[in-house]
């Protein structure tokens, strides 16, 4: 059995207030603070992991036009795969998590719930992994 490849793709959002959100992610569902770059009040890099692999990286919201990546606040959506979604969910709402999909099973096979962060991002949770990858097919 091979090794999956280390995560390469990784989100990316930008927020009003990062250090909020970075706290909201890791306390309310989990993620976990890898790097925070920044001064004062600006986040120029965070990346925050998810246990399962992968994360996603974040910054400080610029209003300027000098800002390389400019990501509106509050306009991202990501789903995280995750082993155990209904005591996520209770550890959500316990952090005040909105929650915009209660935990539910799909068609599929999946156990999802939904929230919404401080920012207005949303987030999906649940325990569909994917389909498997098809082998020498590019």
Request: with cysteine; proline share 8%.
């Amino acid at each position: 059995m091979t090794t999956p490849p280390a995560p390469q793709v990784w989100p990316t959002l930008r927020a009003k207030d990062a250090y909020a959100l970075i706290g909201f992610l890791v306390d309310a569902l989990g993620f976990e603070k890898t790097a925070v770059y920044g001064d004062g009040t600006v986040v120029e890099h965070a990346q925050l992991s998810w246990p399962l692999g992968g994360g996603v990286m974040l910054g400080s919201h610029r209003d300027s036009d000098e800002d390389r990546w400019p990501l509106r606040p509050g306009s991202f959506g990501c789903y995280v795969v995750c082993d155990d979604p209904d005591a996520l969910h209770a550890r959500a709402v316990a952090a005040g998590a909105e929650v915009t999909e209660a935990p539910h099973d799909t068609d599929y096979g999946s156990r999802d719930f939904a929230v919404r962060d401080p920012e207005g991002n949303r987030w999906s949770f649940g325990t569909y992994r994917g389909e498997p990858r098809l082998t020498g097919q590019s």
